[in-house]
């Protein structure tokens, strides 16, 4: 997958491991759900940028862990012609991923990935309403962090 990594704001930083394993996990997805060719936006951010996108996107007033915005689901108008699909966005509070890896005693790697691959399924159409979209976005959840060797 052609996976842009970006930082909001911009002086927000992560190690070059982290940023190669998001890299890694985007490329595993594409793999597995025929996606390779697509077009990848991730933008790693803190408490009150993504706050403020829930808030204005969701209309939900608090910092969240994982945003996506799919591209196929947008007004965008569709690219012609074009080799490459896009797939659209995936923002995660390293803030909020630190807390949670934490609170669930697993390393913040395996936090931000996991959050990750969750906005990826959003990305495909997976969602979590009921009891059994939530089942089986967790069976796909599952199947890619064991698929990238990452446990809690």
Known sequence: MNTTISFEPEGLTAEKTLL???????DVVGE???VEACELSITLTDDEHIHALNKKFRGIDRATDVLSFAFRESDEPEVIGADF?????????????TAQAEEFGHS???????????????????DHIDDADRREMETEQKFIMERLGIGR
């Open 20 to 26: 190669e394993e998001i890299l890694r996990a985007a």
């Open 32 to 34: 597995c759900y025929g």
């Open 85 to 97: 699909e896009i797939l659209g966005d995936v923002i995660i509070s390293l803030e909020r991923a």
């Open 108 to 126: 913040f790697l395996r936090e931000v990935i996991f959050l990750e691959v969750h906005g990826l399924l959003h990305l495909l159409g997976y």
